[in-house]
């Protein structure tokens, strides 16, 4: 993944259509960076009345690609053959994808399992059987990592005794783990195959309304 790529995926105000226009328009990383706010609505065709700092979004986007070297992080751009064919479906595609794993297992037919936080020991055990039955029936389960009925989807596919068809989608950059305890379950689902997956380039932080967004792509 280029360099220019990690920035302009960082760049929460514009849509894919303009990120394309503009890197068809400017092919480094440094001409990105002295651009104005001015230029950037130039370029893309549209008035933009966003904050920009492009020598603070060169700096992330630097950063983010020296996590992505240290930590085995690779990055696919939307039309890349990498970009995952169910994520191109959908109206709001995130620019570039960030992941940690088998991507392989994203070719495979997929069922996304969610729920509360709060479980109860039948809870636990449904959405441990559910996950264990869909990996032994060929599926990768997708959840969330979140503590409670997305743990119990990841180990159930994990106990499944088949190769591990789990993908976790974070809500923050893949270089780090939320919540902090389930460290161990995502080194487990790297381990045994699985995929640690996420729209933010690495280094970004959780925040409440990530969670929220990345429930789309689950």
């Given at each position: 993944?280029?360099?220019?790529?990690?920035?302009?995926?960082?760049?929460?105000?514009?849509?894919?259509?303009?990120?394309?226009?503009?890197?068809?328009?400017?092919?480094?990383?440094?001409?990105?960076a002295l651009l104005s706010i001015e230029d950037i609505s130039s370029?893309?065709?549209?008035?933009?009345?966003?904050?920009?700092?492009?020598?603070?979004?060169?700096?992330?986007?630097?950063?983010?690609?020296?996590?992505?070297?240290?930590?085995?992080?690779?990055?696919?751009?939307?039309?890349?053959?990498?970009?995952?064919?169910?994520?191109?479906?959908?109206?709001?595609?995130?620019?570039?994808?960030?992941?940690?794993?088998?991507?392989?297992?994203?070719?495979?037919?997929?069922?996304?399992?969610?729920?509360?936080?709060?479980?109860?020991?039948?809870?636990?055990?449904?959405?441990?059987?559910?996950?264990?039955?869909?990996?032994?029936?060929?599926?990768?389960?997708?959840?969330?990592?979140?503590?409670?009925?997305?743990?119990?989807?990841?180990?159930?596919?994990?106990?499944?005794g088949t190769d591990c068809s789990t993908v976790a989608v974070l809500?923050?950059?893949?270089?780090?783990?939320?919540?902090?305890?389930?460290?161990?379950?995502?080194?487990?689902?790297?381990?045994?195959?699985?995929?640690?997956?996420?729209?933010?380039?690495?280094?970004?932080?959780?925040?409440?309304?990530?969670?929220?967004?990345?429930?789309?792509?689950i």
């Amino acid at each position: 993944m280029e360099l220019i790529d990690i920035a302009l995926s960082y760049i929460w105000f514009l849509t894919n259509r303009e990120k394309n226009l503009l890197k068809k328009n400017i092919d480094s990383l440094d001409k990105l960076a002295l651009l104005s706010i001015e230029d950037i609505s130039s370029i893309v065709g549209r008035k933009s009345r966003a904050v920009w700092n492009g020598m603070e979004t060169k700096a992330l986007a630097l950063r983010a690609s020296s996590i992505m070297e240290s930590k085995n992080i690779k990055g696919a751009v939307w039309g890349s053959v990498e970009y995952p064919a169910m994520l191109a479906t959908i109206d709001d595609r995130p620019y570039a994808f960030f992941y940690r794993g088998n991507l392989e297992v994203l070719r495979k037919k997929c069922v996304s399992v969610v729920g509360t936080r709060r479980v109860c020991q039948d809870t636990a055990v449904a959405a441990l059987s559910f996950s264990r039955d869909a990996a032994i029936d060929g599926q990768t389960v997708v959840s969330g990592l979140a503590s409670g009925i997305d743990s119990f989807a990841h180990r159930g596919t994990i106990q499944s005794g088949t190769d591990c068809s789990t993908v976790a989608v974070l809500p923050c950059g893949i270089d780090s783990v939320v919540p902090y305890g389930n460290r161990s379950l995502a080194s487990s689902i790297l381990r045994n195959g699985g995929l640690l997956c996420s729209e933010y380039i690495p280094g970004t932080p959780a925040e409440p309304w990530r969670f929220i967004q990345r429930n789309r792509l689950i």
